[in-house]
């Protein structure tokens, strides 16, 4: 019986033909190419500074516009404060300023990365977000080298496109850092 004929066959039992196309989406491969699949890798890229990054969308569990913050006493000053996030205490760490070591202004355009990590509530104020973005495999390079010498060894990949190179930033790797968890003055 050919795959046509099954769903013909189920044209007039609406819940077995809706069970039958969502068992063959679920089995069907994505991204595909002819007859051969291609994997994708999707990231969030975002920018700090003058420098633009990727990180996986796993690390992510959302992004925010950067709420109301009560600042911390005795916290390094990349430590932003705590923000109430829907009934929950996030603690808010300036990237830029972690980076860099010096402060500066929020720009509009700023937003909150909430790292989706199980043990370290977090969330890293970067200077601009610019949304997902899908890389295929042929795309993916060795880690790369970028103007922060804070993450070199937090930097796990990288990917190249139209001759532009985007370091993969490991925001696990991140906030398990003992230079991040070192957050007391």
């Known amino acids: 019986m050919t795959a046509t004929s099954t769903l013909r066959r189920l044209r007039d039992q609406p819940f077995a033909l809706l069970l ?21 890798w999707v990231g969030i890229a975002f920018r700090v500074d003058r420098t633009v ?14 709420p109301p913050v009560t600042r911390v006493p005795g916290a390094r000053p ?6 109430n996030v829907r009934g929950q205490l996030l603690p808010l760490t300036d990237l830029r300023a972690w980076l860099r070591g010096t402060t500066a202004p929020t720009p509009r355009s700023a937003r909150v990365l909430a790292v989706n990590h199980r043990r370290v509530p977090a969330g890293l ?19 790369t080298a970028t103007p922060f010498a804070a993450i070199e060894d937090l930097v796990t990949g990288s990917f190249t496109r139209d001759g532009e190179t985007w ?8 906030v398990e850092s003992q230079r991040f ?3 007391a003055e």
């Open 78 to 83: 990349w430590v932003r404060g705590l923000a």
């Open 125 to 143: 104020i970067v200077d601009e977000v610019y949304g997902f973005r899908r890389f295929h495999e042929g795309e993916q390079g060795s880690a």
């Open 181 to 183: 968890l070192n957050a």
């Open 20 to 40: 039958e196309m969502e068992q063959r989406a679920r089995g069907a491969p994505r991204g595909v190419d002819g007859d051969e699949a291609v994997r994708e």
């Open 167 to 174: 370091p993969v930033l490991s925001l696990k790797r991140l």
């Open 53 to 66: 990054l990727l990180t996986s969308r796993e690390d992510v569990r959302e992004v925010l516009r950067v």
